[in-house]
């Protein structure tokens, strides 16, 4: 059957490759540390989990389509006004809606080389055109960024700290950036990890947002919060950007569990804090212990690291892969981030880290160091 006798998508999507999550088995391994996500070991607040399940006596009311109280929540959290506050079906969604609301067909968005993989999607998506910026140390390139805007570009996506290499870059690069760009092109600010950052020159963007026209900041409740299966996600945004995608996003895009979860989770700031402190912790003493065992860990401010394997020496991330696999440990490997010799690996439980540490100890052929 030729194609033109079937439904044929615009040609753009066929060159998308469908997102492939992390894994989140190890076949014939009895306890699995998924450490693939970058979810959080600590999990969600108790006092979440107890939203989640008061909100099963309600099921047959549709949700409140604007998702306000938790808008009014976030707002309180960060002292910032509710209705400049939009939020989605996790901030995958809010990346979608943009590309869909700000490219026209062969408008170009710019992102770096090991930039999130939703961007590109998100753009092909919209039959935008992808730009990559090259990064400097894994690191986004403020300088490559600007020099790759031309009179298309209309949106810059950041990462900062970026997912997968856990870099990012100070604030006054990140104005730096803003005051380069055109003014009808759409900087989008994505700090998932932002609350894990322990930096004084870093800044998630609320005070960009609020004092300019083309600024948006992404946050997240999958990752600290602990709620990836919920799908919760907001945006901060200039008036005119919340307008726009108020009129084009689904109408009940962020279902009632969410919304109630939500709430009760942002509120809880001594379990955010709990997170915060587990990771800084943890994500020291991994970084020391891999560096020990003669691996190449970039430098992370989030809650999972970048872990280089000597290829040349015959020790390659994809046997490391299947190694710690055997063990049951899940890692994330980046071939589709072109990094086929590096492996990404949330920062877990004590019992989890530790496992790690040991496992590749051996399959380096090295003692662990204490610690
Ligand atoms: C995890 C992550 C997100 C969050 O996605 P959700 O859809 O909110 O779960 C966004 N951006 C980056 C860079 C991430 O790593």
């Not at 040609?11 to 014939?28: C, D, F, K, N, Q």
């Not at 970058?38 to 006596?57: C, D, M, Q, V, Y």
Request: proline share 6%; hydrophobic share 45%; charged share 20%.
């Amino acid at each position: 059957m030729s194609t033109s006798e079937r439904p044929a998508p615009r040609p753009s999507i066929l060159e998308i490759s469908a997102y492939v999550p992390g894994r989140s088995h190890a076949p014939g391994v009895a306890k699995v540390h998924k450490l693939s996500s970058n979810e959080s070991p600590l999990g969600p607040s108790p006092k979440a989990i107890e939203a989640f399940r008061a909100l099963a006596t309600s099921l047959e009311f549709y949700p409140d389509g604007s998702a306000t109280a938790l808008r009014e929540a976030i707002g309180r959290q960060y002292g910032l006004d509710p209705s400049r506050i939009i939020c989605g079906t996790g901030s995958d969604e809010l990346i979608s809606l943009l590309a869909q609301a700000y490219l026209t067909p062969g408008d170009e968005a710019i992102y770096t080389t090991h930039g999130f993989l939703v961007y590109r999607i998100a753009t092909l998506a919209a039959h935008g055109v992808p730009v990559i910026a090259k990064e400097t140390s894994y690191t986004a390139d403020v300088d490559a960024i600007i020099g790759a805007i031309s009179p298309r570009t209309r949106i810059v996506f950041l990462a900062n700290p970026n997912n997968p290499t856990g870099t990012y870059i100070p604030y006054s690069e990140v104005r730096r950036l803003q005051a380069a760009l055109p003014p009808h092109a759409l900087l989008v600010l994505d700090a998932a990890y932002a609350e894990y950052v322990r930096r004084n020159d870093y800044e998630a963007g609320i005070e960009l947002v609020a004092t300019t026209e083309n600024v948006v900041m992404l946050r997240t409740f999958s990752k600290i919060h602990g709620l990836a299966a919920l799908r919760i996600g907001w945006m901060y945004g200039p008036e005119h950007v919340i307008d726009t995608i108020n009129r084009i996003r689904p109408a009940f895009n962020v279902n009632a569990a969410a919304i109630a979860t939500g709430v009760a989770a942002i509120a809880d700031t001594a379990h955010v804090e709990r997170a915060v402190t587990h990771n800084e912790k943890w994500l020291a003493w991994l970084t020391q212990q891999l560096t020990a065992l003669g691996l190449e860990v970039t430098p992370s401010v989030g809650n999972f690291i970048l872990i280089h394997f000597p290829a040349e020496q015959g020790k390659t991330a994809k046997d490391a892969d299947e190694f710690l696999l055997k063990g049951g440990l899940v890692l994330r490997a980046l071939s589709a981030y072109h990094l086929p010799n590096a492996l990404r690996m949330t920062v877990g439980t004590e019992e989890a880290n530790r496992l790690v540490v040991s496992a590749l100890s051996e399959f380096l052929g090295r003692e662990a160091r204490r610690g």
